[in-house]
């Protein structure tokens, strides 16, 4: 493997399995080294295409989604890293894709428990292909001042305290990754910093190993001393060993093997990692460091030296004048996201959205104040929950029962009205649920269905200002309008709409006052003496009871009563009702397997 430096300032990636924090910590590096171009090329995830939205820097940039590795490499050539978030289940075998594919020439596997046999599949492919494999198991690496993977050395605070966003003169190497970040900062502390540092991973079978990445660390000019942490189990650090003895390494080592304690256990431990299991004396902490020390590289007699030994190997190369250390320079000041800036009460931004009917911020919807939960356990109906999403307050019952007995009774009238010919007509085009419901309720109006509002606006006025049912329709007829809520096609003075009688029934047993209601019924009186057909309508019903509700409840003001009026909220109850009959429609149509409607011409005149 040895060659030299994995990583550069230009270095891009691909980015497997979209995890938004490793890849926003991998683009707020970038700008803090001062790269011009982001460290992710392109993401892919499986089955999904398109793009994802990242800062860099300041600027908020478009991140391209592929749904395939090959597709990734083909719109990314220059692309040359493969970083991968997937599962332990999937891992090598998105891994080996990457592998494949001749723009990739380095693969960091970031999942634990990858099977050891797939992982032997990986590493030789690898070596066969002069490719390098970092993990499974790991955190990743870092390039200071160029490159990182993913989450190494943690958050951005961390990653200026260790000074790791320019480049430093230490090579370090780990199989921790958590120890990784402890030693950045160690290694920040005593010399001028680190200048790659890998995390090789704690699997028994690592794609690279220590003295593979210590090699290549030898030929890198920039690298004045090498640091090494590993840990008890398995036999990676006596390859270093052996390279030590035979001459390959000539920069100095401070390395130390992590594991002491084992020997206070009476019986074999495992540690964190699988492969920090002591298989024998050979494998233990003690003999490893022991080795080591035989071989030329300075180990200290514990953790807590490990500082001291590094700090005292960098001194001496400055004194002998073989480094200089590093010029410190300040790194720029990354753009803090709102949503923390906001948390942390540094800044304060408007919203763009008012509501005051429902809130989803907690443990369970409210509406209006009111958890889902205790609407469920009181046995509240959708009147009630009308109530609190339009009204805003707990209506009486009687109220209540009002509004879902309007529902009942406007749900439908046939298939001959405007609305539901419509919904029919476009439900035998084929067309989806939605449209047809939507191309039934866009009849809705003044003609059809939409002069509730009408109705009760004007009858209001009419009581209010005291007129009589003569002077009330005879003023409407002078200004050439129509009384809403008077009048139908079918029903007449000696055939009544029954929905009507139905809801004055109700309201004379159950409001506490029906005034505009009696209103509405004498100047129904008024005008069966013009005309039998011009009857109070459903929409005249509602209309004046649904004003009785409103002012007989005792809970809205005159100029709520008012803006609920002229807001629409009356419309609104027939709007809710007929989609339940559209949508009945157009589930009928499409049960019925009916053909694309043509209306016959012999129903229509043709004229000049």
Sequence with gaps: MATGQLFSKTTQ???????????????DFDFLCGRETPSVAGII????????????????????????????????????????????????????SALKQPTIRVVAIIAEGVPESDTKQ??????????????????????AGAFKIGDTAGTIDN???????????????????????????????????????IAIGGDVFPGSTLSDHVLRFNNIPQVKMIVVLGELGGRDEYSLV???????????VVAWVSGTCATLFKSEVQFGHAGAKSGGEMESAQAKNQALRDA??????????????????????????????VKEITPPQIPEDLNTAIKSGKVRAPTHIISTIS????????????????????????????????????????????????????????????????????????????????????????????????????????????????????????????????????????????????LQLYARENFPSVKYMEYAVQVETYTLSKANNLVLNVDGAIGSLFLDLLAGSGMFTKPEIDEIVEIGYLNGLFV???????????????????PLYRHPWEDVLYTK
Aim: charged share 20%.
């Design 296 to 325: 030329g590289a300075t180990v200290p007699t514990s953790y807590e030296a490990f500082e001291g030994a590094i700090k005292e190997a960098f001194e001496k190369l400055v004194s002998e004048g073989k480094t200089t250390p």
């Design 13 to 27: 990636a691909l980015f497997y399995n979209y995890k938004q924090l490793p890849i926003q910590r991998m683009l």
């Design 359 to 502: 809130d989803d911020r907690g443990e369970e919807p409210c509406y209006a104040g009111v958890p889902m939960s205790s609407i469920v356990e009181q046995g509240l109906g959708v009147g009630d929950v009308i109530s609190l999403l339009w009204f805003k307050r707990s209506l009486p019952r009687y109220c209540t029962r009002f509004i879902e007995i309007c529902t009942l009774l406007c749900a439908d009238h046939g298939p001959c009205v405007s609305g539901a010919h419509n919904t029919i007509v476009t439900a035998r085009a084929g067309k989806d649920l939605v449209s047809c419901l939507v191309s039934g309720l866009l009849t809705i109006g003044p003609r059809f269905g939409g002069a509730v509002d009408d109705a009760a606006r004007y009858f209001k006025d009419a009581y209010d200002r005291g007129l009589t049912p003569y002077e009330f329709v005879e003023s409407m007829k002078k200004r050439g309008i129509r009384v809403p809520g008077i009048g139908h096609r079918i029903k007449r003075g000696d055939n009544r709409d029954k929905r009507v009688e139905l």
């Design 122 to 143: 990986l590493i030789g492919f690898a070596k066969a292909n002069n490719k390098v494999v970092i993990g499974p198991a790991t955190v990743g690496g870092i390039q």
């Design 159 to 197: 990653i200026i305290q260790c000074k790791l966003y320019r480049p430093g003169s230490v090579g370090f190497v780990s199989k921790s990754g958590g120890m990784s970040n402890e030693l950045y900062n160690t290694i920040a502390r005593v010399t001028d910093g680190v200048y790659e540092g």
């Design 45 to 96: 995830n499986p089955g999904s295409e398109g793009f994802q939205k990242l800062f860099f820097g300041q600027e908020e940039i478009a991140i391209p989604v592929h749904s395939t590795v090959e597709a990734a490499c083909a719109a990314h050539p220059t692309a040359d890293v493969f970083i991968n978030f997937a599962s332990f289940r999937s891992a090598a075998a998105s891994s080996m």
């Design 242 to 252: 052996e390279a030590l003895k035979q001459g390959k390494i000539n920069k100095p």
């Design 576 to 594: 809710l009702a007929r989609s339940i009959g559209l949508i009945g429609h157009t589930f009928d149509q499409k049960r019925l397997k009916q």
